[in-house]
């Protein structure tokens, strides 16, 4: 059956699952540096852009709610 709760569990799940890739790639951030000593900037690119999309969804709830 498709309700609400499975609506519910599909966001939670989603919202964890990039919640736990958003830490992934700040560990291989944070190893690449302390082996070569730079940031690789396109794992920094990748970190901004779900940074941005986070804030911007939540900006855009908040006011729309």
Known sequence: MF?????QH???ATSHAA???TL????FCMRHYLR???LPLDLIIVLG???VTKLAAMV?????D
């Open 19 to 21: 919640v736990a890739g």
């Open 36 to 38: 070569e000593g730079k």
């Open 49 to 51: 852009g779900m940074a």
């Open 60 to 64: 855009y709830y908040r006011i729309t």
């Open 3 to 7: 309700d609400e709760r499975m609506i």
């Open 10 to 12: 599909r966001f939670k």
């Open 24 to 27: 992934l790639l700040g560990f």
